[in-house]
T-cell receptor, first 112, second 114 residues
């Protein structure tokens, strides 16, 4: 079946460090891929998305590239800030339905 | 107000109580969703409504009863809940529920069942 696997947290980094949060997926066909972010006390916000292979989604300094050959959509940021502390969810939406499948989330904490 | 709003933000209820969660979207969307977010578990889709019609019920127990009176409002009626139902309940909306849609989430209602 369709599923999303992302690295377990928590991930703790110092400010200005390089960030990678791994995400791999299993899906039939060609799903769209998403990263959502959930700041403390808030709902999920769409961070970026990619709808086909080799697409790169980017927003607020975050990037992720849709890699069909490795079925991955890793989230990266070159220099993290304290304000990036949140829970990050990788998700896929397969084309035959409107149902998004989410990963279990990765909590990120950035130290000043 | 803009976006997706949910009330109340926090709710504590006993197992014999009846309460309702409310979601309202101000985005002109036609599809609305209820999700359950439990600790250390992936988000679970509960219900999907498209143009006020329920199109998905993800094997949710009958103690959860959704209602969608119009495209802007979605309710989740709760009765005789169990402590394991304690979770963050998130509402979302999207343009028309299609595969290319982006879902926009509300802040959630933190539910505690005693």
């Amino acid at each position: 079946g369709n599923s999303v696997t992302q690295m377990e947290g928590p991930v703790t980094l110092s400010e200005e460090a390089f960030l990678t949060i791994n995400c791999t997926y299993t899906a039939t066909g060609y799903p769209s891929l998403f990263w959502y972010v959930q700041y403390p006390g808030e709902g999920l916000q769409l961070l970026l998305k990619a709808t086909k292979a080799d697409d790169k989604g980017s927003n607020k300094g975050f990037e992720a590239t849709y890699r069909k050959e490795t079925t991955s959509f890793h989230l990266e940021k070159g220099s993290v800030q304290v304000s990036d502390s949140a829970v990050y969810f990788c998700a896929l939406l397969y084309s035959s339905a409107s149902k998004i499948i989410f990963g279990s989330g990765t909590r990120l904490s950035i130290r000043p | 107000e803009t976006g997706v709003t949910q009330t109340p933000r926090h709710l504590v209820m006993g197992m014999t109580n009846k309460k309702s969660l409310k979601c309202e979207q101000h985005l002109g969307h036609n599809a609305m969703y209820w999700y359950k977010q439990s600790a250390k578990k992936p988000l679970e889709l509960m219900f999907v409504y498209n143009f006020k019609e329920q199109t998905e019920n993800n094997s949710v127990p009958s103690r959860f009863s959704p209602e969608c009176p119009n495209s802007s409002h979605l309710f989740l009626h709760l009765h005789t809940l169990q402590p394991e139902d304690s979770a963050l309940y998130l509402c979302a909306s999207s343009q028309d529920g299609g595969p290319e849609d982006t879902q926009y989430f509300g802040p959630g209602t933190r539910l505690t069942v005693l």
